[in-house]
């Protein structure tokens, strides 16, 4: 049975925040990606297309798959050896980059390297969830998922403003 697209929303939006990640945050990082670019941005504009991002049926199930991975691996509830991959967060790992992608596809190629950008600094939020040492959780998903919001939502942005790009001058 399909769900329906409200149900799917308010789960997404609520295990973002019981794992501890709110929206603001994700719209900090579209922020950063997106002043040099944009003069007159806000955070409210990038919260904006944060919550624009997340209301995409294919994001709120990268959401929640990625999670439920996360949560299934921090209560040892995955087959050896994919409980001990997901759980110290592999490098070579790379289906958690994957999963991230999907979301990043929905808004074309700049999403691509903003999110590479993302993936590759770690900045605020993203930094936080991969340094998951002390609290014991596990965020192998989540980090990226994070990541592929902010990019995808800032690319969204570029994408709604055209007129930045010095070839459009």
């Known amino acids: 049975m399909v769900q329906p697209a409200s149900k799917l929303h308010d789960t997404a939006l609520s295990l973002l925040k ?3 990640v709110t929206l603001e945050e994700i719209a900090e990082l579209v922020y950063d990606l997106q002043k040099p670019y944009l003069e007159e941005i806000s955070m409210d504009l990038c ?3 944060v919550r624009a991002v997340i209301r995409k049926r294919e994001v709120q199930n990268a959401i929640l798959t990625g999670i439920e991975l996360d949560v299934l691996a921090e209560q040892g ?3 050896s050896p ?3 991959i997901i759980k110290e967060d592999e490098g070579l790992y790379g289906i958690d980059e994957i999963l991230a992608l999907s979301i990043v596809n929905v808004y074309g190629s700049i999403g691509f390297t903003n999110y590479g950008y993302l993936d590759k600094l770690k900045p605020k939020v993203i930094g936080r969830l991969d ?3 002390e609290t ?3 965020h192998t998903f ?3 998922i994070v990541g592929a919001i902010a ?3 800032a690319s969204r942005l570029a994408h709604a403003n055209p007129e930045i790009s010095d070839v459009m001058k």
């Open 18 to 20: 019981e794992r501890g």
């Open 131 to 133: 340094e998951h040492t």
């Open 142 to 144: 989540l980090d990226d």
């Open 77 to 79: 509830k995955l087959s």
């Open 47 to 49: 919260l904006d297309n």
């Open 136 to 138: 014991n959780s596990t």
């Open 151 to 153: 990019a995808a939502a």
């Open 82 to 84: 994919l409980q001990e």
